[in-house]
């Protein structure tokens, strides 16, 4: 989705009336169930054949050096968040991620920093805002995204303009070549968890929901989320 697409939508999420049988963190769900469907329709046509495709023809060592290099390059925009979110010990270890990884991992791609017990700390500007105290806001599935809510839909162009540094590639088939490699190599490490899914989840878009939800929580409260209040988010340290 366009970062202007994505900036209406939430201004029409703002405004939107939700019926009286309406989850509260979900009030637009029949919409998001559209989407939802349209995303996994154009999943099971094009991204999961090809990342299966992918993990068939490609050896794990080599899979798992295209995962350290993104992961290499997600550090480097999770030291900038943890700055701003002044968490000094976690932005050093994403500092000393970047540099031992860069300099001895072969550009990224030998994780030597794991190897030396440098914890990772994954951070992105949905997470700052939620730490300054914005609540998650609504759910709402993307079209192409895939789940996210209010203030992370508000957060993603930062991160996928000012967090990414591939966008800076000026040469423009190398640029999407990384891009298509990354998006592909994503889904390849998420085939396991989605066949579970088929395997256990009566309703796969509640199951995706919540577990988003959860899992956003989680990461914002860096794993001790209070206590949850019905109608609202409280910022970290209240």
């Given amino acids: 989705m366009p970062h202007g697409a994505a900036l209406l939508l939430c201004a029409a999420l703002a405004g939107c009336a939700t019926g009286p049988n309406a989850n509260p963190k979900d009030p637009i769900e029949p919409f998001n169930r559209g989407v939802y469907e349209f995303n996994d329709a154009l999943d099971r046509a094009v991204l999961k054949p090809v990342a299966t495709a992918y993990k068939d023809v490609t050896p794990e060592l080599v899979r798992r050096g295209v995962g350290n290099f993104f992961n290499n390059i997600e550090d480097v925009w999770s030291f900038v968040n943890n700055v701003l979110q002044f968490k000094g ?5 994403s500092f000393m991620r970047v540099c031992v990884n860069t300099f001895f991992g072969l550009g990224g791609v030998l994780d030597v920093a794991s190897e030396m017990q440098i914890e990772r700390y ?7 805002l939620g730490r300054w105290g914005v609540g998650a806001g609504p759910y709402v599935v993307l079209p192409f995204f895939g789940p996210s809510t209010l203030r992370d839909t508000v957060a ?6 000012a967090g990414d540094p591939v966008t800076k590639i000026e040469d423009i088939p190398v640029r999407n070549t990384l891009w298509t490699l990354r998006l592909v190599d994503n889904r390849a490490q998420l085939l396991r968890a989605g066949e579970v ?4 989840a009566l309703d796969k878009y509640t199951f995706i929901r919540d577990s988003y939800l959860q899992r956003r929580r989680n990461a914002v409260f860096d794993g001790n989320p209070p206590e949850e209040e019905p109608d609202a988010e409280p910022a970290p340290g209240q």
């Fill in 197 to 200: 899914l088929e395997e256990v």
């Fill in 156 to 161: 993603l162009p930062v991160d996928k303009t």
């Fill in 122 to 128: 994954s951070e992105d500007f949905g997470q700052t």
């Fill in 89 to 93: 010990e976690a932005a050093a270890s």
